[in-house]
């Protein structure tokens, strides 16, 4: 059983930055793949990034790429979504969420433990 507590949203004026932080409980957090998704209203819920068990791999969501950074340190059994260059568009309640499958698996069912979300609004 993995609990999952994401902080740092917040709202910040368009090409600003926010850090997210997702804590885990328990002491098996290095043997968990680590996702971020997020939901804006009356849209589904979609992938974001992952990062692998080891932090050696990590995959983006096109809308993401090159201004987001997925990060882990387990050691503090944490993982951290660096978001710059914010846009409106990245308005949603965005959530931490970890995998036992290998690689970087970017469905939502592939996920089996879920924060409760953080707000990030983003304002033009």
């Known amino acids: 059983q993995v609990q999952l507590v994401e902080s740092g949203g917040g709202l910040v004026q368009a090409g600003g930055s926010l850090r997210l932080s997702c804590a885990a409980s328990?002491?098996?957090?290095?043997?968990?793949?680590m996702g971020w998704f997020r939901q804006a209203p009356g849209k589904e819920r979609e992938f974001v990034a992952v990062?692998?068990?080891?932090?050696?791999?990590?995959y983006y969501a096109d809308a993401v790429k090159g201004r987001f950074t997925i990060s882990r340190d387990n050691t503090k059994n944490a993982n951290y979504l660096q978001m710059n260059s914010l846009k409106p568009e990245d308005t949603a309640v965005y959530y931490c969420?970890?995998?036992?499958?290998?690689?970087?698996?970017?469905?939502?069912?592939?996920?089996?433990?879920w924060g409760q979300g953080t707000q990030v609004t983003v304002s033009s």
């Open positions: 969420a970890a995998t036992k499958i290998y690689g970087t698996p970017t469905s939502r069912h592939d996920y089996d433990y």
């Open positions: 328990g002491r098996t957090f290095s043997s968990y793949g």
């Open positions: 990062i692998t068990r080891s932090g050696s791999g990590t």
